[in-house]
């Protein structure tokens, strides 16, 4: 690699791929030490081409889900079989790894700067800004980089564009996907939300077991599925369709219910 290659981005790699390491072996302990993280499905992960691949997934914190993702794809693609031991897997790190994040987010301070020189590709939310409801249109440049990133590698989105269960899964996701026909892959993460603060950056309680489920692509009709009827495969994926509410036991509502509470206060 040339020291001053770059993506197509314009991010430096040499920088990039430092930064990968630096942040991937202060963060392994938060998913291998002060907690646990179960994963299931790495075996998908080494099967997978090297382009044209999107990652769905529900969304559990800001920055800590996608950074566990980074660990446990690497790791997989290193041939750990569904572990992150021995965080030397990250030495030489899969460099085309995308993931979309509200612009708003990634310019909120230095740190989160910082991290998206690591992969982020920023979007400007259409119903959402600076805590508030909004209606604008989509930023045609914004669907255009996540075009570029599934021509240069992988991109890990979270459809929902919200850390809160059980919101619907946009649309634009779908449109994404029935125009650029991407292998997709459904993860669906637990416990990060019990672990971390909502950022993502502070450890909130330790000796929490926390979950990564890699699932089987879906399989989508590219030319015949309507945006709607692949919102919906999104839903069941990832396990946010509504009818899934109806199957949770009384018990892990009313805790949900009580940490909703509390970061009322927290946060």
Request: aromatic share 10%; proline share 4%; no cysteine.
């Amino acid at each position: 690699m040339g020291l001053f290659k770059r993506n197509p981005f314009g991010h430096i790699l040499f920088l990039k791929k430092w930064l990968i390491r630096l942040f991937g072996a202060l963060t392994h302990r938060r998913y291998r030490g002060f907690n646990e993280m179960q994963i299931e499905g790495s075996e998908i992960i080494k099967n997978l081409p090297d382009t044209n691949v999107l990652f769905i997934s529900n969304h559990q914190t800001y920055f800590a889900d996608v950074v566990a993702m980074f660990h446990v794809f690497n790791a997989s693609l290193k041939g750990r079989e569904d572990n992150i031991k021995n965080v030397g897997y990250l030495w030489n790190p899969k460099m085309n790894i995308y993931y979309v994040a509200a612009k708003e987010t990634m310019e909120a301070g230095l740190l989160p700067k910082i991290l998206a020189y690591a992969g982020a590709i920023t979007v400007e939310r259409t119903w959402r800004a600076e805590g508030k409801d909004v209606k604008r249109e989509v930023n045609p440049n914004d669907t255009e980089n996540i075009k570029i990133a599934l021509e240069d590698g992988w991109v890990i989105t979270f459809p929902q564009g919200t850390t809160r269960s059980f919101k619907p899964v946009r649309k634009g996701t779908a449109h994404i996907i029935l125009q650029h026909k991407p292998i997709v892959v459904p993860v669906v993460i637990d416990g990060f939300r019990r672990s971390f603060d909502r950022k993502g950056l502070r450890i909130k309680k330790k000796g929490i077991l926390q979950s990564m489920v890699i699932k089987e692509p879906l399989k989508i009709d590219y030319e015949n599925d309507t945006v709607e009827e692949v919102v919906e495969k999104i839903e069941y994926a990832i396990e946010q369709h509504p009818s899934f509410l109806k199957v949770i036991p009384a018990e892990v509502l009313e805790e949900e219910a009580k940490l909703n509470k509390e970061r009322l206060w927290r946060y």
